[in-house]
């Protein structure tokens, strides 16, 4: 066997040299990639302003943003997971998600950067690590919700069926939870990386206190550019930013969209399947084949030593009140020494002060539902997108552009036209909140099974039964994540949308999202860190009272058995 497949990897062929051709691109970059972080640390980069430059400065934000992608995509499986299926994490877990979700890149910027710097003093690795961490902070949540809530939606009857064959647990977990919920994990990923790039300027190029921190790249060119009121440079930074997601697009996304087809949950075959080149030629290099029936051979080789262990397929086990006991005395022990510490922290914090940052929070929460109710023009648009495959190939990187694309590169433009922030600031979060429910109700529509497409005509669903009892009930769950996602983005918009700096004049808004701003510029931690704990109980209420119960009953109602 193992020689059968030696002698495969003989013959090359075209897709050998394209593969070859990738991998020594993967291994020169990597190479910028050690000397740029092994520097020495240098807090201010130059930046300069020729548009060759932004060759390089466009691979180095185009890496920023798939190593935060790679942190994101661990951190989701395993934190979705856990708050799926243990009922006492669960309770912890996802309230820390609404919590994490509210909080503004500027929120974790202060801390995220004096620790690098202390972890890395003398170079580049502690703040190219900050300034991942905070595009990070800008993908992980959509990825991790989408998730936590496809595994809720799991048919017991897979379930079922893979403990009965005698599925390990992590079998169930890659084999059967994993591929159910790949559909949606592909779109909200692509979603994931659109918010990344949507904070590139914040990421990029930053103060704390009386310290200024850049990096190079696409946002901090379009930073400087700003800053000199160079126009061209702004058009420079706009276009290295399209050619970037069209390119990841092409090479990233569309071969992962034509691979993650094969887990739709369908017994009657699709009209199309999606297509990608870069697919074709993964699939068809012998040098690739070559490891897959490699692994494959060791793969049952383990099987052959390791049988499956048999599992009883009905585990209904109640829950002790010794451990709800236990819990609840830990996670109140945990709270009150959090509180503790935390009040020690704010010092000397007036009256005056607490009630501006209450007014603001007040402000910032009407923008930010205004703005989710606005987007819901997402929810037709993402059917019709999403059960369409041959339109949803068209539109993909359309979308992929319009998500993807940094709406604060042309928040200034927008407000020398509309400089009243208290209401144009609605606006701009709106650029980027409705593609969080676009991409959630595209993933939900396209993995709506053919078969029940299919007994719809044997039906004859007139148009209006049909997006009545088939379209807009399988998408409900998917549009509450979307919308959950949507106000969390939107909190997360109010730092730039509420607060800008244009050619030396000041533009604020009433709203928490300015006063962190002034806080974080101002070096004032306490009031900063109030200002976002102030934020984030103001979520998680809305979530405990609105979101979650849509969401329970969604999916419990709407999921596929």
Request: net charge positive; charged share 15%.
């Amino acid at each position: 066997m193992v020689r059968a497949i030696e002698k495969k990897i003989l013959h090359f062929s075209i897709y050998d040299v394209v593969v070859f051709a990738i991998l020594a691109l993967i291994v020169w970059g990597i190479t910028l990639l050690a000397h740029r972080w092994t520097g020495t640390i240098v807090y201010e980069a130059k930046i300069s302003m020729s548009p060759v430059a932004l060759v390089g400065y466009t691979f180095l934000s185009m890496s920023r943003g798939f190593i935060a992608y790679g942190f994101s995509l661990i951190f989701t499986l395993i934190y979705g997971y856990v708050a799926a299926r243990n009922r006492y994490a669960e309770r912890v877990l996802i309230p820390l998600l609404d919590i994490f979700q509210s909080i503004p890149v500027l929120g974790f910027l202060p801390g995220v950067i004096l620790a690098m710097i202390a972890l890395f003093p003398h170079s580049n690795i502690g703040l190219e690590l900050a300034s991942i961490i905070m595009i990070f902070t800008g993908q992980v949540w959509n990825m991790t919700f989408s998730f936590y809530q496809s595994l809720k939606s799991v048919p017991r009857d897979l379930v079922e069926a893979s403990k009965i064959y005698g599925f390990s647990k992590w079998k169930i977990f890659w084999n059967v939870e994993v591929s159910y919920a790949m559909p949606g994990l592909v779109w909200n990923s692509m979603m994931s990386m659109a918010g990344g790039w949507f904070f590139l300027i914040v990421c990029e190029a930053f103060t704390l206190g009386n310290q200024n921190f850049r990096l190079p790249g696409v946002g901090s060119y379009m930073a400087v550019a700003m800053d000199k009121g160079y126009v061209p440079g702004e058009f420079y930074a706009i276009i290295a930013m399209i050619l970037m997601i069209l390119a990841i697009d092409m090479f990233f996304w569309r071969p992962i969209v034509a691979w993650a087809d094969k887990f739709k949950m369908d017994e009657v075959g699709s009209e199309e399947e999606p297509k990608s080149f870069i697919l074709d030629v993964l699939k068809n290099s012998h040098v690739l084949r070559f490891f897959r029936e490699l692994a494959n051979l060791r793969s049952i080789r383990i099987n052959m030593v390791k049988p499956h262990p048999s599992q009883s397929f009905v585990q209904n086990k109640e829950e002790s009140k010794v451990g709800n006991v236990i819990f609840y005395s830990i996670a109140g022990v945990v709270a009150v020494i959090a509180v503790w510490k935390f009040l020690a922290f704010l010092g000397n914090v007036g009256t005056g002060d607490i009630l501006k940052i209450l007014s603001g929070d007040g402000l910032t929460a009407m923008r930010v539902y205004i703005s989710v109710g606005l987007s819901m023009w997402a929810l037709p648009v993402g059917i019709i997108i999403g059960k369409n495959l041959k339109l949803s190939k068209r539109m993909q990187p359309v979308v992929q552009v319009l998500a993807s694309f940094p709406a604060p590169m042309i928040y200034p433009w927008f407000v020398l036209l509309f400089p009243n922030l208290n209401w144009s600031s609605i606006i701009l979060m709106l650029l980027g909140t409705q593609w969080y429910i676009l991409f959630n109700v595209i993933a939900g529509a396209s993995a709506i099974p053919n078969q029940l497409k299919e007994a719809s005509k044997i039906l004859e669903f007139t148009k209006r039964e049909l997006w009545r009892d088939l379209y807009i009930p399988a998408v409900l769950p998917y549009l509450v994540t979307g919308a959950v996602t949507a106000a969390g983005g939107a909190w997360n918009a109010s730092i730039v949308a509420e607060y800008m700096n244009v050619g030396g004049k000041l533009y604020q808004a009433n709203g928490i999202g300015s006063l962190i701003n002034n806080f974080t510029n101002a070096g004032q931690l306490n009031l900063l860190a109030l200002s976002v704990v102030m934020m984030s109980i103001s979520v998680v209420v809305i979530n405990r009272l609105l979101w979650r119960p849509l969401q329970r009953w969604s999916t419990q109602k709407f999921k596929f058995e």
